[in-house]
């Protein structure tokens, strides 16, 4: 079939569904009432979940995993345990009371008791906050509110120890390089180099620290440090049941939020099933529909179809007549389901979200989606259509027109 008379067909198409403007309409509303509400309702569906998973992913303490009792890990099995593909982030821990500590600006500022926590580079929980290097620390939210101190300011850590039956106290001057939002931690405490850490414990174990301030005791031994836990994040949400499941089996207890993961992946599979089958019945129900319609409206242009033949036009150039038409009205179709899509995808935000000053989006679809559905859509339509083609390539010019 030439371009020339490709262009004709196409132009005759048009002229037909204009002609048949109301015929078009009603195949078109049938298309657009399974489209619009099949769009609306996975636009929730992907707006819901991708929600909750976001919310999951962005919150660093669903990727911890809390160890419950303490042990004797050396640098060593730390590493290995980095190295595991399912590890993000994973730094020695103290034994628990030396992870404490009270800290003093003057003496109307100070907070007793502040926790100590050892970080280093790929912190989940400081994300973008510059890590503190020697003597510096980052302060929580919560501990800059009680010590009214900002990033640049000093400060004072104190320690105290039982020696030779006497009280010794042991300082240390910080430097304050951070301070992290209450978004994921809301305690009084700050964040600084294991080394810190160590160096609590060995003063609190009777050994002389010069960097406290402290020359009794006995000299610090060059034996490799051991640490009672574990601050341990898994890469994503993905991999915390499995991280968790492998140092159970090295009869490590453990605690995590993986209830809370498993709940969303439980919703989304429901949500799944729930909006496959109304999709498929929908569907179904489409088909049977077009079907009907485009055999009927075939059968009602017998008689063009046949003067068609006879202008010259072979069955296949008549097949593919019809097959276009059903993709024009497909294509129509998804536009007006889109748009109806999109006035009620706005409804269904403001509803939900309960506060315009909110950005999140509860029933949404990405472009990918939406093209994806609008191919479909065309898909379907020339399935459809084909079988109205096949019916009009065996109309006989002859035995149609002497209807007439």
């Not at 009680?146 to 300011?153: H, M, R, Y």
Request: hydrophobic share 45%; proline share 3%.
């Amino acid at each position: 079939m030439s371009f020339n008379r490709t262009l004709l067909l196409g132009r005759l198409a048009l002229q037909d569904l204009w002609y048949d403007r109301i015929i078009s309409f009603c195949i078109t509303s049938s298309l657009v009432a399974v489209i619009a509400p099949l769009l609306l309702l996975f636009g929730l569906r992907f707006g819901i979940v991708s929600q909750l998973q976001n919310d999951l992913a962005n919150d660093p303490r669903n990727l911890e995993i809390r160890m419950l009792s303490s042990g004797s890990y050396d640098q060593g099995w730390i590493e290995q345990l980095r190295q595991r593909p399912d590890v993000g982030f994973a730094i020695g821990l103290t034994r628990s009371l030396n992870t404490l500590a009270d800290l003093q600006v003057d003496s109307s500022h100070f907070i007793e008791n502040a926790e100590v926590i050892p970080t280093d580079s790929g912190d989940p929980l400081l994300g973008k906050i510059k890590i503190p290097h020697e003597n510096e620390v980052v302060l929580t939210q919560e501990a800059a509110r009680k010590l009214a101190v900002k990033v640049g300011d000093a400060l004072t850590l104190r320690v105290s120890r039982q020696f030779e039956e006497r009280q010794e106290w042991g300082r240390k001057s910080l430097t304050v390089v951070g301070i992290l939002p209450p978004t994921y931690f809301n305690r009084a405490a700050i964040f600084t180099q294991p080394s810190l850490l160590l160096l609590l414990e060995h003063f609190r174990d009777g050994y002389a620290i010069s960097a406290l301030g402290v020359s009794s005791g006995q000299p610090i031994s060059a034996k490799p440090p051991l640490y009672a836990r574990t601050r341990l994040y898994a890469k994503s949400i993905d991999h915390v049941a499995s991280l968790e499941r492998d140092l159970r089996t090295q009869r490590i207890e453990t605690t995590s939020r993986l209830a809370d993961i498993q709940n969303v992946k439980s919703i989304n599979r429901v949500l799944g099933v729930i909006f496959n089958t109304i999709a498929a019945t929908a569907l179904i129900g489409c088909i049977a529909s077009l079907i009907g319609s485009f055999i009927a409206n075939v059968d009602r242009k017998r008689k063009h179809i046949a003067l068609l033949r006879l202008l010259g036009f072979t069955g296949p150039s008549v097949g593919v007549y019809v097959m276009l038409q059903g993709c024009l009205l497909s294509l129509l179709a998804y536009a007006g389901g889109y748009g109806i899509y999109l006035i009620g995808s706005q409804i269904f935000n403001r509803a939900l979200a309960g506060s315009q000053a909110t950005d999140q989006m509860l029933c949404k679809i990405t472009l990918g989606h939406s093209l994806l559905a609008m191919a479909i859509t065309v898909v379907v339509a020339l399935l459809v259509a084909s079988i109205a083609a096949y019916r009009a390539i065996n109309i006989e010019p002859a035995q149609s027109l002497r209807e007439v």
